[in-house]
Protein backbone atom coordinates (compact mmCIF):
# COMPACT_ATOMS: atom_id res chain seq x y z
CA UNK A 1 0.00 0.00 0.00
CA UNK A 2 1.30 3.19 -0.88
CA UNK A 3 1.47 5.73 1.36
CA UNK A 4 -0.55 8.96 0.79
CA UNK A 5 0.03 12.90 3.07
CA UNK A 6 -3.38 13.49 4.13
CA UNK A 7 -4.13 17.58 3.28
CA UNK A 8 -5.25 19.20 6.57
CA UNK A 9 -5.51 22.56 8.22
CA UNK A 10 -4.28 22.32 11.54
CA UNK A 11 -4.92 24.28 15.04
CA UNK A 12 -1.68 25.70 16.24
CA UNK A 13 -2.96 27.61 19.08
CA UNK A 14 -1.64 26.14 22.73
CA UNK A 15 1.16 23.49 20.70
CA UNK A 16 4.59 23.77 20.79
CA UNK A 17 7.31 23.91 17.50
CA UNK A 18 11.08 23.55 17.39
CA UNK A 19 12.96 24.82 15.17
CA UNK A 20 16.45 23.36 14.56
CA UNK A 21 18.60 25.75 12.56
CA UNK A 22 18.04 29.58 12.94
CA UNK A 23 18.66 30.49 9.43
CA UNK A 24 16.48 31.96 6.72
CA UNK A 25 14.35 28.72 6.07
CA UNK A 26 14.27 28.23 10.12
CA UNK A 27 13.08 31.98 10.53
CA UNK A 28 10.17 31.35 7.89
CA UNK A 29 9.06 28.14 9.41
CA UNK A 30 9.78 29.67 13.05
CA UNK A 31 7.90 32.74 12.14
CA UNK A 32 4.87 30.91 9.75
CA UNK A 33 4.33 28.56 12.79
CA UNK A 34 4.45 31.98 15.73
CA UNK A 35 1.98 33.35 13.44
CA UNK A 36 -0.24 30.30 13.84
CA UNK A 37 -0.34 31.07 17.78
CA UNK A 38 2.00 27.74 18.01
CA UNK A 39 4.27 28.26 20.45
CA UNK A 40 7.97 28.27 19.09
CA UNK A 41 11.46 27.40 20.42
CA UNK A 42 14.53 28.01 17.94
CA UNK A 43 17.74 25.94 18.59
CA UNK A 44 21.00 26.19 16.22
CA UNK A 45 24.51 27.82 17.17
CA UNK A 46 23.81 31.19 15.49
CA UNK A 47 20.38 32.90 14.76
CA UNK A 48 19.17 35.37 12.10
CA UNK A 49 19.17 39.69 13.20
CA UNK A 50 15.39 39.03 12.03
CA UNK A 51 14.48 36.40 14.48
CA UNK A 52 16.22 38.28 17.34
CA UNK A 53 14.92 40.75 16.99
CA UNK A 54 11.46 39.20 16.94
CA UNK A 55 12.34 36.96 19.93
CA UNK A 56 13.19 40.28 22.33
CA UNK A 57 9.51 41.32 21.56
CA UNK A 58 7.76 38.07 21.70
CA UNK A 59 7.74 35.66 24.77
CA UNK A 60 6.56 32.75 23.24
CA UNK A 61 9.48 33.01 20.24
CA UNK A 62 12.24 31.50 21.98
CA UNK A 63 15.93 31.04 21.13
CA UNK A 64 18.27 28.79 22.48
CA UNK A 65 22.14 28.22 21.55
CA UNK A 66 23.46 25.00 21.50
CA UNK A 67 24.84 22.37 19.45
CA UNK A 68 22.15 20.45 17.65
CA UNK A 69 24.80 17.68 16.64
CA UNK A 70 24.75 17.13 20.62
CA UNK A 71 21.35 15.23 20.79
CA UNK A 72 21.63 14.14 24.77
CA UNK A 73 21.80 17.97 24.70
CA UNK A 74 18.92 18.04 22.09
CA UNK A 75 16.72 15.10 23.22
CA UNK A 76 14.84 17.37 25.90
CA UNK A 77 14.09 20.20 23.63
CA UNK A 78 12.52 17.27 20.92
CA UNK A 79 10.47 16.27 24.15
CA UNK A 80 9.40 19.24 24.93
CA UNK A 81 7.84 20.11 21.15
CA UNK A 82 4.71 19.12 19.36
CA UNK A 83 6.80 19.54 15.67
CA UNK A 84 10.35 19.60 15.24
CA UNK A 85 11.32 21.22 11.83
CA UNK A 86 14.58 20.09 10.73
CA UNK A 87 16.35 23.28 8.74
CA UNK A 88 20.03 23.34 9.57
CA UNK A 89 22.89 23.09 6.28
CA UNK A 90 24.40 20.02 8.11
CA UNK A 91 23.05 16.87 7.10
CA UNK A 92 24.64 14.97 9.93
CA UNK A 93 22.83 16.97 12.11
CA UNK A 94 19.81 17.30 10.22
CA UNK A 95 19.84 13.42 10.27
CA UNK A 96 20.56 13.22 13.85
CA UNK A 97 17.56 15.36 14.25
CA UNK A 98 15.57 13.00 12.37
CA UNK A 99 16.48 9.77 14.21
CA UNK A 100 15.80 11.64 17.30
CA UNK A 101 12.51 13.03 16.35
CA UNK A 102 11.35 9.67 14.52
CA UNK A 103 12.36 7.81 18.20
CA UNK A 104 10.26 10.39 20.15
CA UNK A 105 6.93 10.18 17.66
CA UNK A 106 7.03 13.69 17.22
CA UNK A 107 5.61 15.05 13.92
CA UNK A 108 8.55 16.01 11.37
CA UNK A 109 8.99 18.83 9.20
CA UNK A 110 11.84 18.60 7.24
CA UNK A 111 12.55 21.44 5.15
CA UNK A 112 15.91 19.66 4.05
CA UNK A 113 14.47 16.54 2.76
CA UNK A 114 10.96 16.42 0.75
CA UNK A 115 10.76 12.73 0.94
CA UNK A 116 11.57 11.93 4.73
CA UNK A 117 9.50 15.10 5.74
CA UNK A 118 5.57 14.48 7.35
CA UNK A 119 4.84 17.96 7.56
CA UNK A 120 4.76 19.99 4.05
CA UNK A 121 4.60 23.83 4.19
CA UNK A 122 2.25 24.68 0.85
CA UNK A 123 2.00 27.56 -0.67
CA UNK A 124 -0.90 29.16 0.22
CA UNK A 125 -3.53 32.25 -0.91
CA UNK A 126 -6.49 33.56 1.05
CA UNK A 127 -9.71 35.41 -0.27
CA UNK A 128 -12.53 37.33 1.12
CA UNK A 129 -11.02 38.48 3.90
CA UNK A 130 -9.05 34.97 4.84
CA UNK A 131 -12.29 33.18 5.17
CA UNK A 132 -11.50 30.72 2.26
CA UNK A 133 -8.32 29.68 1.62
CA UNK A 134 -6.52 27.49 -0.80
CA UNK A 135 -3.35 25.28 -0.22
CA UNK A 136 -0.91 24.09 -3.50
CA UNK A 137 2.04 21.49 -3.27
CA UNK A 138 3.89 19.48 -5.15
CA UNK A 139 5.10 17.76 -1.99
CA UNK A 140 8.55 19.15 -2.91
CA UNK A 141 9.15 18.45 -6.30
CA UNK A 142 9.62 21.87 -7.31
CA UNK A 143 7.96 24.77 -5.45
CA UNK A 144 8.53 26.83 -8.29
CA UNK A 145 5.66 25.28 -9.96
CA UNK A 146 3.22 25.05 -7.25
CA UNK A 147 3.99 28.85 -6.79
CA UNK A 148 3.23 29.38 -10.23
CA UNK A 149 0.06 27.41 -9.70
CA UNK A 150 -1.51 29.27 -6.81
CA UNK A 151 -0.86 32.45 -8.79
CA UNK A 152 -2.38 30.86 -11.02
CA UNK A 153 -5.65 29.71 -8.88
CA UNK A 154 -5.58 33.62 -7.26
CA UNK A 155 -6.37 35.01 -10.70
CA UNK A 156 -9.13 32.69 -11.62
CA UNK A 157 -11.13 33.29 -8.33
CA UNK A 158 -10.08 36.40 -8.11
CA UNK A 159 -12.24 37.90 -10.96
CA UNK A 160 -15.08 35.12 -10.30
CA UNK A 161 -18.25 36.84 -8.93
CA UNK A 162 -20.31 34.06 -9.20
CA UNK A 163 -18.05 32.35 -6.34
CA UNK A 164 -18.36 34.90 -4.18
CA UNK A 165 -21.71 35.39 -4.22
CA UNK A 166 -22.51 32.07 -3.54
CA UNK A 167 -19.64 31.80 -0.75
CA UNK A 168 -21.81 34.96 0.52
CA UNK A 169 -24.81 33.77 0.09
CA UNK A 170 -23.84 30.05 1.61
CA UNK A 171 -22.30 30.76 5.29
CA UNK A 172 -25.83 32.84 5.94
CA UNK A 173 -27.47 29.74 5.01
CA UNK A 174 -25.31 27.40 7.23
CA UNK A 175 -26.19 29.14 11.00
CA UNK A 176 -29.74 29.69 9.53
CA UNK A 177 -30.09 26.31 8.69
CA UNK A 178 -28.56 24.98 11.98
CA UNK A 179 -30.96 27.00 13.52
CA UNK A 180 -34.56 25.88 12.24
CA UNK A 181 -33.50 21.88 11.31
CA UNK A 182 -31.31 20.54 14.42
CA UNK A 183 -31.33 17.14 12.62
CA UNK A 184 -27.79 16.71 11.05
CA UNK A 185 -29.31 14.01 8.77
CA UNK A 186 -31.57 16.14 7.83
CA UNK A 187 -30.19 19.28 7.20
CA UNK A 188 -27.11 18.52 5.32
CA UNK A 189 -29.21 17.64 1.74
CA UNK A 190 -30.88 20.59 1.83
CA UNK A 191 -27.62 22.74 1.65
CA UNK A 192 -27.14 20.55 -2.15
CA UNK A 193 -31.30 21.54 -2.47
CA UNK A 194 -30.33 25.45 -2.21
CA UNK A 195 -26.95 25.18 -4.30
CA UNK A 196 -29.20 23.45 -6.86
CA UNK A 197 -31.96 25.38 -6.98
CA UNK A 198 -32.38 26.75 -10.60
CA UNK A 199 -33.12 30.13 -9.38
CA UNK A 200 -30.11 30.21 -6.64
CA UNK A 201 -28.08 29.25 -9.47
CA UNK A 202 -29.39 32.09 -11.33
CA UNK A 203 -28.72 34.58 -8.65
CA UNK A 204 -25.44 33.39 -7.87
CA UNK A 205 -23.89 33.44 -12.28
CA UNK A 206 -25.42 37.35 -11.83
CA UNK A 207 -23.80 38.56 -8.69
CA UNK A 208 -27.20 39.16 -7.37
CA UNK A 209 -26.64 38.20 -3.17
CA UNK A 210 -30.25 39.57 -2.82
CA UNK A 211 -31.62 37.07 -5.32
CA UNK A 212 -29.51 34.11 -4.17
CA UNK A 213 -31.08 35.00 -0.57
CA UNK A 214 -34.24 34.84 -1.70
CA UNK A 215 -34.21 31.58 -3.91
CA UNK A 216 -32.58 30.41 -0.58
CA UNK A 217 -35.39 31.47 1.72
CA UNK A 218 -37.84 29.50 -0.69
CA UNK A 219 -36.11 26.26 -1.27
CA UNK A 220 -35.68 25.98 3.05
CA UNK A 221 -38.98 27.08 4.01
CA UNK A 222 -40.27 24.08 1.21
CA UNK A 223 -37.84 21.47 2.88
CA UNK A 224 -38.45 22.76 6.33
CA UNK A 225 -42.13 21.94 6.05
CA UNK A 226 -41.40 19.10 4.87
CA UNK A 227 -39.90 17.99 7.86
CA UNK A 228 -43.49 19.18 9.52
CA UNK A 229 -41.52 22.49 10.68
CA UNK A 230 -43.72 25.48 9.75
CA UNK A 231 -41.79 28.55 8.59
CA UNK A 232 -42.45 31.05 5.84
CA UNK A 233 -40.14 32.04 3.00
CA UNK A 234 -40.07 35.80 3.99
CA UNK A 235 -39.04 34.65 7.84
CA UNK A 236 -36.60 32.30 6.35
CA UNK A 237 -35.67 35.46 4.38
CA UNK A 238 -35.46 37.79 7.66
CA UNK A 239 -32.99 35.13 9.56
CA UNK A 240 -30.31 34.83 6.77
CA UNK A 241 -30.28 38.86 6.58
CA UNK A 242 -29.56 38.47 10.29
CA UNK A 243 -26.59 36.84 9.81
CA UNK A 244 -23.96 39.18 10.78
CA UNK A 245 -20.86 36.99 10.00
CA UNK A 246 -19.98 33.57 9.51
CA UNK A 247 -19.88 30.77 12.65
CA UNK A 248 -16.57 30.35 13.56
CA UNK A 249 -14.59 27.72 12.06
CA UNK A 250 -15.01 24.02 12.97
Not at 100 to 105: D, F, K, S, T, Y
Not at 112 to 118: C, G, K, L, P, Y
Not at 145 to 163: F, N, S, T, V, Y
Request: charged share 30%; with cysteine.
Amino acid sequence: MVAVRVPLWLEMSGRRVLVVGGGSVGTRRALLFRQAGAAVRVVGLSFSEELRRRSEEDESLELVELDASDTGVLRPHVEWADIVVIATDNPGVNEAVWRLARELRRWVNDATDAERTEIVVPYTLELYGGSLRVAVTTEGRTGVAARHARDKIRECLEGDRGLETLYEAMWRVKPVLKRLIPRAKDRVPIYYQVDEDPEFRGAVERGSLEGALRAAARVIAQEARRLGIEVSPDEVYRLLKSVEKPISPL
